[in-house]
């Protein structure tokens, strides 16, 4: 069931989403060569618990942590690790998904470590981009095709491919609701778009193959040729008025009850 949020619930996520902004905002920083994945994971947990929020991925389905850190060829779903450095030249993608208030917020980015190579920058640069143009296309009227079709026309028309086997969704009091919005598909088809709808739109685009394989951890899904990946994601609210990017940076949080 597709549920669309009133004017309080937006404004409710909005927070949660801004918390998320914040902290996604401070690991971006933190990202070094010689730091560990494991250390980036216990800086949000404690941060996002300082804001008055809850981790919303640790314990989800037995997800181990709180950010999903996936390095180079890991698509999504990466489990920090205190053994696991950044290198000079690797991407690491960071997405982080926070409660507050009985709502959820979710994003992601990927973050380059110089000296990265000319078309790893490329992969990145066109996979965010395919992202505004999917949150273009998310006003009332429009389908779900219609976000789709933006993401997939984008990346291919650059040579990349889009990873078929995860798709962004709906989002509220649940953090995966429904709808699901692939990355891929026609113009003009699936659900409407009606004001309230909130969609985490995830772009998740690899270098060579769009094929993937989940390692052995069960949770760490990898490029089958074990090129690059990048992935970028935004919880965007659809009103009247047009796309609303809850996870757009706006405010420096400085604890739980307001904004500095």
């Known amino acids: 069931m597709i549920i669309c949020k009133s004017k309080a619930e937006l404004e409710i996520m909005h927070r949660a989403n801004q918390v998320v902004a914040q902290v996604?905002?401070?690991l971006v920083e933190r990202v070094q060569p010689g730091v560990s994945t494991g250390e980036l994971d216990e800086y949000a947990e404690a941060r996002v618990r300082e804001l008055g929020g809850e981790p919303a991925f640790k314990g989800y389905r037995g997800f181990p942590a709180s950010v999903c850190t996936s390095l180079n060829e890991e698509v999504v779903h990466g489990i920090p690790s205190r053994q696991r450095k950044i290198a000079p030249g690797d991407i690491v993608s960071m997405d982080l998904g926070v409660k507050l208030e009985g709502f959820y917020g979710d994003s992601a980015t990927t973050v380059p470590v110089p000296p990265v190579d000319a078309e790893?920058?490329?992969l990145l640069r066109v996979t965010e981009e395919s992202l505004q143009r999917a949150i273009d296309q998310c006003r009332v009227g429009k389908r779900v095709g219609d976000i789709s079709h933006a993401v997939q026309s984008h990346?291919?028309?650059?040579?990349f491919s889009i990873v078929r086997e995860f798709v962004g969704h709906g989002i509220g009091s649940v953090l995966h609701e429904d709808l699901q919005v692939p990355n891929?598909?026609?113009p003009g088809i699936g659900q409407r778009l009606?004001?309230?709808m909130v969609l985490a739109i995830e772009p998740m685009v690899n270098m060579g193959t769009h094929e993937v394989e989940?390692?052995?951890d069960g949770w760490t899904a990898v490029t089958k040729d074990r090129r690059p990946s990048a992935h970028f994601e935004h919880s965007v609210a659809i009103t009247e008025e047009g796309p609303w990017v809850l996870s757009a940076p706006?405010?420096?949080l400085r604890k739980a009850s307001g904004y500095a």
Request: aromatic share 4%; glycine share 22%; proline share 0%.
């Open 184 to 186: 891929f598909g026609r």
């Open 120 to 122: 790893v920058g490329r």
């Open 24 to 26: 996604l905002g401070e």
């Open 250 to 252: 706006q405010h420096r």
């Open 194 to 196: 009606r004001a309230g």
């Open 155 to 159: 990346v291919e028309a650059a040579g």
């Open 214 to 216: 989940v390692l052995e």
